[in-house]
């Protein structure tokens, strides 16, 4: 079998997209980690099958596969992707500027910007409100503070590790998030870090760290792990995803970074979110709802035999 793709990256997070209109190809978890693999495949963080939505106001149905096989709800930069996708391949109006697209996580909408020619430059997508519900995230630990709107939340929960204690504030943005900032990193036990010399984000053990707390007990389907601390300029992050690894970028992890900061009294509800891979602006706007805005490039197309 022959996939026609195309790799596009939104901040360095990236993914085969493939069009499936009619819902027949099936793939088993060891031909996605194959076709994402960096040396034998194509190279990816995740694969995309661009299918129907049977929700009316839906333009597409994003299915949207992890590196190892595992079917995840959303993927922030991935629908950022999708939508470029869309637009550069004739699927959207060349007069419209929003369209709807059905996830595992539920219904996205996405305000479309273009270039003067008009093109896709970037995409707003409305990532719907943030889930603090311990069971609804899933994770296995009581509720232990009340946000400013009256929202029973769990904050810096204390949980233990090899290398240290850490304390997360857990968000679901359709997947499960779980947040640690640190803000004293001489605090951070030297074992933490590649270079205990250079104690910082930069250099924290998120390999090891990160895949340790993704399959914790504490979160019944896993979570993807964040890190990150507050500077002048916004927020600074790193993010371990689940069933991927540590990804220059994630959509859903820079919206659970900026509700938790907002929640524990750290930020405003409005930051620029600074990633390897480059910022991501989000908003947690008064209507309940996490924006996102973003921009996505695609990078070449081609054919593997599969």
């Not at 480059?278 to 081609?302: F, Q, S």
Request: hydrophobic letters at 40%; proline letters at 4%; one cysteine or more.
């Amino acid at each position: 079998m022959q996939l026609h793709f195309e790799k596009i990256h939104g901040l360095g997070n990236d993914f085969a997209l493939v069009e499936d209109w009619d819902a027949s190809l099936n793939v088993t978890a060891s031909q996605v980690a194959y076709l994402c693999h960096r040396h034998f495949g194509i190279g990816a963080d995740g694969l995309i099958f661009i299918r129907p939505s049977k929700i009316e106001e839906c333009c597409a149905y994003m299915h949207y596969l992890n590196s190892d096989g595992t079917r995840a709800q959303m993927c922030g930069n991935g629908i950022r992707c999708m939508t470029k996708y869309l637009v550069d391949h004739g699927y959207v109006d060349a007069d419209q500027d929003a369209i709807a697209i059905e996830t595992l996580g539920g219904v996205k909408r996405i305000r479309i910007a273009r270039t003067p020619e008009g093109a896709f430059a970037s995409a707003t997508v409305d990532m719907g409100a943030p889930e603090l519900d311990p069971e609804a995230i899933p994770a296995k630990c009581a509720t232990n503070a009340v946000s400013d709107d009256g929202e029973a939340f769990v904050k810096e929960l204390a949980a233990g590790s090899p290398w240290g204690e850490f304390a997360f504030t857990l968000v679901s943005m359709g997947n499960p998030h779980a947040v640690c900032f640190i803000e004293n990193w001489d605090s951070v036990p030297d074992q933490a870090f590649s270079d205990p010399s250079r104690k910082g984000l930069e250099t924290l053990a998120l390999d090891r760290i990160g895949a340790f707390y993704e399959h914790s007990p504490l979160f019944p389907e896993k979570a993807n792990i964040e890190f990150a601390e507050v500077c002048g300029l916004g927020i600074a992050m790193r993010v371990w995803e689940r069933g991927c690894g540590e990804t220059l970028a994630c959509g859903t992890g820079a919206c659970a970074v900026n509700v938790a900061a907002a929640l524990t009294g750290r930020t405003s509800r409005e930051n620029d979110l600074m990633l390897p891979g480059g910022t991501l602006h989000i908003e947690w706007r008064d209507n309940g709802h996490v924006y996102m805005t973003g921009p996505a490039k695609t990078v070449y197309r081609g054919e593997v035999e599969l």
